[in-house]
């Protein structure tokens, strides 16, 4: 069984999740939310990619065959970007203040990856004090 993702034809399995076909093949999406270990949870939309021209999240969709998927589309993108745009709205994009900036944090990769220079959403810190007590 095979699938076309971004016009390029790729083996995929009975049952692989698509955003684990495109894992495999080395193709860089947005996905915040998702861990091949706990399964699609599917609350972050940020790995949105047009599935035979509409759109769907990667991790919640089934890889069948002959499917066609674009990921860079310029509709998968501004799903995408408009996504963790939302997500921002929770985090200070200025990682070199945060204690984070260790080059293994979701957030600050995909915002390298999605080139997000400004937040469109500006960063709200919550209306109560932190809880250090852990």
């Known amino acids: 069984m095979s699938a076309t993702i971004n016009g390029s034809p790729q083996d995929i399995q009975h049952g692989e999740r698509l955003i684990d076909v495109i894992n495999r093949c080395g193709i860089e999406i947005p996905q915040v939310c998702y861990h091949p270990q706990l399964g699609p949870i599917q609350t972050c939309d940020a790995c949105m990619v047009e599935v035979d021209g509409k ?4 991790c919640g969709v089934l890889a069948l065959d002959g499917m066609n998927v674009l990921t860079a589309s310029a509709r998968a993108g501004a799903a995408q970007r408009e996504a963790f745009d939302r997500i921002l709205g929770n985090h200070m994009l200025y990682c070199t203040v945060c204690d984070n ?3 293994n944090c979701t957030v600050h990769n995909t915002t390298s990856l999605l ?3 400004h937040q469109k959403i500006p ?3 919550k209306p109560y004090a932190v809880d250090m007590s852990n």
């Not at 759109?55 to 990667?58: D, E, F, G, I, T």
């Open 115 to 117: 080139q997000v220079e």
């Open 123 to 125: 960063y709200k810190p």
């Open 55 to 58: 759109l769907s999240r990667a």
């Open 101 to 103: 900036n260790n080059g």
